[in-house]
């Protein structure tokens, strides 16, 4: 294959992917791949960009987390502790860190402030973080919207 030929085919596979995706969007139907890397292997999940995000307390996606698991996800609770790389988000405002309360990690977590209640988004994983206090499962923050 000559390399002109090579561009158009290209071109043509990108063009075709826009309108195949164009018309699942009209139908409701879009969807983008998300592809979430762990340390033990990448994986690619599927989030719709044409119904608003759920939201979800702690306690619903960690209790019911094969439901959840990498899937891009809204949750409400408090930041309840503060760790190195790590912060722990809950249902309750304060107490005792049991399995089911959710580590987060990733974007502007710092900025959160202890026992405030937050709304956060990003994908829901199994926790393969260090010394989280016994949490099962993390978030990989990538939107926080403060909750006054």
Known sequence: MRKGETYLAIFLIFALALVLLAFGAKKGKGHLPVVIATSSSPSIVTQSFSQPLPVHTVGE????????????????????????????????????????????????????????????????????????????????????????
């Open 61 to 148: 996606i960690t209790w019911h987390a094969k439901n959840y698991l990498n899937k891009y996800v809204r949750v409400r609770g408090y930041f309840l502790k503060k760790g190195v790389g790590y912060d722990i988000f809950s249902d309750e405002v304060a107490g005792n860190i049991s399995p089911h309360d959710l580590s987060v990690t990733g974007a502007d977590i710092a900025r959160m402030q202890l026992q405030q209640q937050y709304s956060l988004e990003g994908i829901f994983i199994v926790n393969e973080l260090p010394g989280t206090n016994r949490t099962l499962y993390a978030l990989d923050v990538s939107k926080i919207i403060s909750i006054k």
